[in-house]
């Protein structure tokens, strides 16, 4: 039983932190601190990366609309999310430091076909998704030489910061943010800024701390978007009713 518990705590605990814990009952330590902050809130990333676009999924596919989400951000979203993780995956990073990418990946793919389905393109939603497969196979193959990811992951800066962009002059066009889930751009806003933290400790990687740093900046002004056309939403709502009763 004492292994067992052991090998679950070194999940999140290096075999120096073990010992400065339960041999040495020395809990103050703040390098084995910062470390086991890190794997946990790492852990907890990646745990609820599972369903973080869940939701979104659910709000398109129920409503059969995917009004107000613009294919395009959805791409170049896709596209940085591959180049992180393939990237750290390559360059053997540990997989508590990016491994909310891969189910990023495979859920944004999802809402991008959607998009296309319901946009009255259903043979590009295939075929998109039979692409896109083969194109992260040959990424992560071994084959795609170094420096091609690395460049890829340098411009995710710009391209992230496009992709943003571009949905919030779709919903200010739009005065709504239409189809986008509130669930899933806090989620999404609240682990880009934990992975801040994250890949200063385990992976040292400046360009994976610019690109998320420039990420939680670009996902916060969606969420000042969703709160402020939310609050619109209500007002006029409010005002509907009181001419109604007038």
């Known amino acids: 039983m004492g292994d067992f518990v052991k090998g679950l705590l070194l999940h999140v605990l290096t075999e120096n932190c073990y010992n400065e814990y339960f041999a040495k009952w020395n809990f103050l330590d703040g390098p084995c601190f910062k470390s086991s902050l890190s794997k946990g809130l790492g852990i907890g990333i990646i745990a609820g990366s ?23 951000g959805v791409y170049l979203e896709l596209f940085a999310i591959t180049a992180n993780f393939a990237y750290s995956y390559v360059m053997g990073f540990p997989f508590s430091a990016w491994g909310e990418g891969t189910f990023l990946a495979i859920q944004t793919a999802i809402i991008a076909a959607l998009v296309l389905h319901y946009g009255g393109a259903t043979g590009k939603a295939v075929s998109f998704l039979a692409v896109y497969s083969a194109i992260v ?20 800066v710009p391209i992230i910061v496009a992709a943003k962009s571009i949905q919030v002059i779709t919903n200010y066009r739009n005065g709504s943010t239409g189809q ?46 969703l709160l402020w056309y939310w609050n619109a939403d209500k007002s006029k709502k409010n005002k509907n009713k009181k001419k109604k009763r007038t």
Do not use: C
């Open 180 to 225: 986008l889930s509130a669930i899933t751009v806090l989620l999404i806003f609240g682990g880009s800024v934990a992975r801040i933290f994250t890949s200063i400790q385990e992976t040292g990687d400046n360009i994976i701390i610019v690109t998320y740093i420039v990420s939680t900046i670009a996902n916060g002004a969606l969420m000042a978007q």
């Open 50 to 72: 599972i369903l973080v676009k869940v939701p979104q999924i659910l709000k398109i596919h129920s409503s059969k609309s995917a009004e107000g989400i613009n294919i395009y």
């Open 137 to 156: 196979a040959v990424l992560i193959s071994g084959q795609t030489p170094t420096k091609v990811l690395w460049t890829m992951q340098a411009i995710n």
